[in-house]
């Protein structure tokens, strides 16, 4: 029964890593905490939503035993780039004119407004009933022994898995991934040494919100698609980077799982509704022995 469990959270951890890095991402560039960033989740699920509808009348099949073909690896791209071109309109928009002032606080609360205000959007322009990429009925198979996952939970798991190995080369062998590295860690220099800091700033958002989507999507296939869905997923990702370490892209990785592993596992004791709360308390003990997060780095 726990493996059972313990599966289902790292599906649910996956997701919740891949928008735990982009918000890690975003604090540790741009030093604010991002309360939009679960909009961009949602808006990458509808996005993608978009692009399925736009190529249901398409030939092509499913892939094997997954609910999908083609059309939704294209709307994974589709909506990765959308999603991108929506952070930097609310960056130009919002946050660019307040980080001039330096006031983070600023920059928090107008966050948290621009995330009501995309929520709310989405709602307008798409409704508050649930939608789903496929209306096909999956049936879960048995990969070991009281484990069982459909096709489409693993290709999470492992299309995640590759994501981060991708990322991680993008961060330690290309230049630009060097130059968000030497931003992040101290900005005054890498500005003194030639860096073109607003260029790291616009990828930072691409990169953070191009993964945001995926991770929408990746709860869309998984559980189903809703306006309420980034409001409901943003404090796990807090929960992940603050516990992986805030600042640390391998540390929301590891909080990922932990959060979604968690959550799953703990209502074999307790009611599902107590989910969060089980992953803010496991947050608050690591923090209370180690206040940088797993693997945060003592200032």
């Known amino acids: 029964m726990i493996g059972q469990y313990l599966a289902d959270g790292i599906v649910l951890g996956s997701t919740i890593a891949l928008g735990a890095i982009g918000l890690t991402l975003t604090y540790n560039i741009l030093n604010f905490a991002n309360f939009a960033h679960g909009s961009l989740l949602s808006w990458g699920a509808y996005f993608g939503l978009v692009f399925v509808m736009a190529f249901s009348g398409v030939q092509g099949g499913t892939f094997g035993s997954l609910s999908f073909g083609w059309p939704f690896i294209v709307a994974l791209i589709g909506a990765a780039v959308l999603t991108s071109g929506l952070a930097l309109l609310v960056d130009w928009l919002v946050f660019r004119p307040l980080r001039r002032s330096n006031i983070q606080v600023a920059l928090v609360f107008a966050s948290f407004g621009a995330s009501l205000l995309l929520r709310n959007f989405i709602v307008v322009f798409f409704g508050p009933e649930p939608r789903y990429y496929s209306n096909s009925i999956q049936m879960a198979k048995e990969i070991l ?58 990828w930072t958002w691409v990169v953070g919100a191009s993964l945001a989507a995926v991770a929408g999507m990746f709860f869309g296939l998984t559980v189903q698609v809703l306006p309420e869905m980034g409001f409901n997923l943003v404090l796990p990702l807090f929960a992940a980077a603050i516990l992986g370490g805030i600042g640390s892209v391998y540390g929301a990785v590891l909080g990922g799982l932990v959060i979604g592993i968690a959550q799953d596992v703990s209502v074999m004791f307790i009611s599902p509704a107590y989910k969060p709360a089980v992953a803010f308390v496991i947050m608050i003990v690591v923090l209370l022995v180690r206040p940088t997060g797993i693997l945060g780095e003592k200032k």
């Open 145 to 202: 022994p009281g484990v069982r996952m459909t096709a489409d939970q693993i290709f999470v798991v492992v299309l995640a898995a590759v994501l981060v190995v991708v990322l991680h080369l993008f961060l330690t062998r290309t230049k630009l991934g060097k130059a968000m590295r030497a931003t992040a860690d101290n900005l005054a220099l890498a500005q003194v040494t030639g860096i073109n800091v607003q260029g790291v700033v616009r």
